[in-house]
């Protein structure tokens, strides 16, 4: 292992462990034990182990502009709030039907449909108040409200959940630029608002914010080829899907090497796609 | 009809044409005819007729402070997506399971449980964008950022949800306090968030914002005392509801009467509650 990629290593471990001390600070169960079941079922998904990778780009982004302090964090924690949403109720019943989400029960199966479906609300709605509350405490209002829109519109009907609704009306992509699209909205979308929200909190100049987003959405669809390679999803397509994602990597790592050397984290992240195990 | 309810009734039409304006050129389907039927979802339930009472109390709010512009009617409407999207997820089969909404069919019957599930989720995120938006256009960010996490909070698990999560796992209340505390939650929260969202949009000052909250908090049980009885709804309570309505109209108007003239349609809105036919 280089030096830079033990760099890289250690620098994912630190940030995840802010990150899930602010998810575990911020969901803390009151001393009288209301609101029950509500708290238990947002806890259950957001505190579960996870790889944070949309809020460590988040931060990456940020600290092309300088060092993240708590409001940039907070702002950037927010991303992972709609991540583990949306993961909620993409696994209902009348979304994807899933009974497992890494190895344990769903939150549908944990807490019963209604609590699912609240929870998930309730993760949703936090992520503004949480980007609000950053917006409130910082010097630059402005990049937080650029912040919050780019991640409403990175999840919203423009975004996350319009790939979601695609993927219920339409049958299964048979080419890999339609599969693309498809990877374009459902899972590069709120990648793309990860590096955006990151880049506005963090104070981020116009044409970095706008490479950032670039660099989001290229990473983002390369990281579903990376998932339905390992996965064995769309198997038809890995031999293309395998050549497209060292053609996005390098394409992220192009953009983000525009940014300047701040961006280093950015292209470690995106190299790391190319080395996942098959 | 007085000269004042005649007026009130005016502004209250022309309010509510401003707000459907905007709900109809916003959610405009795009020429392709794409993204089909979870933009027909949206709209279905957020341009159906309604009586728009909470952006317009939102409104009411804003215009204590001075007279609404653009900005400000986007960031009331958003309170609308707010209260729509309550209302779609509502009604699913896993939460309320009602076929119906306003004598049509409700939205998961009209498009199915997973189109419905999306819409709530996009409208509430819409809320959000738009509130984001109108910030980014104002000369007052951080206002904005202090309505949008007004809104986070009355709409969330500290608000809202939280009273339909509780509202599912407890029975019926059997006194009229233990009613009332679920109405502060289920109902009034959005009222108070209602407000608030107008109160920091229009750039009222920080003790008139406290008192509009106030205002929002009262004015949300009472409509709920209103339409309970209208809908005989806890019937048991009809006799005692009455009486409390009427004594939270009263507190509404008093504490709407310390912020000043400019509070006269706040005023208006509240004593109407008395008046809707049993």
Not at 81 to 105: E, K, N, Q, T
Request: net charge negative; proline share 5%.
């Amino acid at each position: 292992m280089s030096v830079a990629s033990e760099s890289l290593t250690t620098w994912i471990a630190a940030r995840r462990a802010e990150l899930d001390r602010l998810f575990e600070a911020r969901l803390v169960p009151p001393a009288d034990g209301d609101p029950g079941r509500l708290l238990e079922a947002m806890r259950y998904s957001l505190l579960a182990p996870g790889k944070r990778i949309r809020p460590l780009l988040a931060l990456a982004a940020a600290e092309t502009a300088g060092p993240p302090d708590d409001a940039v964090l907070l702002a950037c924690g927010a991303v992972e709030l709609v991540h583990c949403y949306s993961l909620i109720h993409d696994d209902l019943p009348a979304m994807d039907d899933d009974d497992f989400r890494r190895g344990r029960p769903s939150n549908h199966k944990a807490f019963g449909e209604a609590t699912a479906i609240l929870a998930g609300d309730a993760l949703l709605t936090l992520a503004f108040d949480w980007i609000a509350e950053a917006g409130e405490r910082a010097a630059r209002p402005h990049d937080f409200l650029a912040a919050s829109r780019a991640l409403a519109r990175a999840a919203g009907a423009s975004g996350m959940v319009r790939g979601q609704a695609r993927d219920l009306g339409e049958p299964t992509p048979t080419t890999l630029a339609a599969l693309e699209t498809l990877h374009a909205e459902k899972t590069a979308a709120l990648f793309r608002g990860a590096l955006e929200v990151g880049g506005c909190a963090g104070g981020a100049a116009p044409d970095a914010r706008a490479n950032l987003a670039r660099f989001g959405t290229a990473y983002g669809i390369a990281f579903q080829h990376a998932d339905d390679i390992t996965d064995e999803d769309h198997a038809e397509h890995a031999g293309a899907a395998r050549d497209r994602l060292e053609a996005l990597v390098a394409d992220a790592c192009a953009v983000a090497e525009t940014i300047g050397a701040r961006a280093d984290r950015l292209v470690g992240l995106a190299r790391a796609l190319s080395h996942r195990p098959a």
